[in-house]
């Protein structure tokens, strides 16, 4: 048990990081604290709902695996949950590349601008 809050303790430190590095790339700097608390929120109700989702995981107390269609249920379901928000994740993808070439666009004028600003 130890070992599984050690392993679950490090994946936070570097998905954490990550994620907070994609707000600071995509994000205006206007919004970025705002960005960063949806992610966290984001983040606790993805724990809080994963709770929820291990409760329903819980058959009754007197059928064996064997005898219960219960995890074929749930596992189905969270299944095709999961490929609905694949195809939802792969529709955004283009609205992403699109804030991300908007992003270094701005990023490039105000780079030239600066350089311009220094050399006068």
Same mark, same amino acid.
């Given at each position: 048990?130890?070992?599984?809050?050690?392993?679950l303790?490090?994946?936070?430190?570097?998905?954490?990081?990550?994620?907070?590095?994609?707000?600071?790339?995509?994000?205006p700097?206007?919004l970025?604290? @705002?960005?960063?608390?949806? !992610?966290?929120?984001?983040v &606790?109700?993805?724990?809080?709902? %994963?709770?929820?989702?291990? +409760?329903f $995981?819980?058959?009754?107390?007197?059928?064996?695996p @064997?005898?219960?269609?219960? !995890?074929e249920?749930?596992? &189905?379901?969270?299944?095709l949950? %999961?490929?609905?928000?694949? +195809?939802? $994740?792969?529709?955004?993808?283009?609205?992403?590349n699109?804030?991300?070439n908007?992003?270094?666009d701005?990023?490039?004028?105000?780079?030239?601008?600066?350089?311009t600003?220094?050399s006068?």
């Amino acid at each position: 048990m130890l070992g599984g809050y050690f392993a679950l303790a490090t994946a936070e430190l570097l998905i954490g990081g990550l994620g907070l590095a994609v707000i600071a790339r995509y994000a205006p700097a206007r919004l970025n604290g @705002l960005m960063v608390g949806a !992610y966290y929120l984001t983040v &606790g109700a993805g724990m809080y709902l %994963g709770s929820e989702i291990a +409760s329903f $995981a819980t058959p009754a107390a007197n059928t064996t695996p @064997l005898q219960s269609h219960h !995890y074929e249920t749930l596992f &189905g379901t969270l299944g095709l949950c %999961g490929l609905g928000l694949v +195809s939802i $994740a792969l529709l955004l993808a283009r609205m992403l590349n699109h804030m991300e070439n908007r992003h270094q666009d701005v990023a490039q004028r105000f780079s030239v601008r600066a350089n311009t600003d220094c050399s006068a």
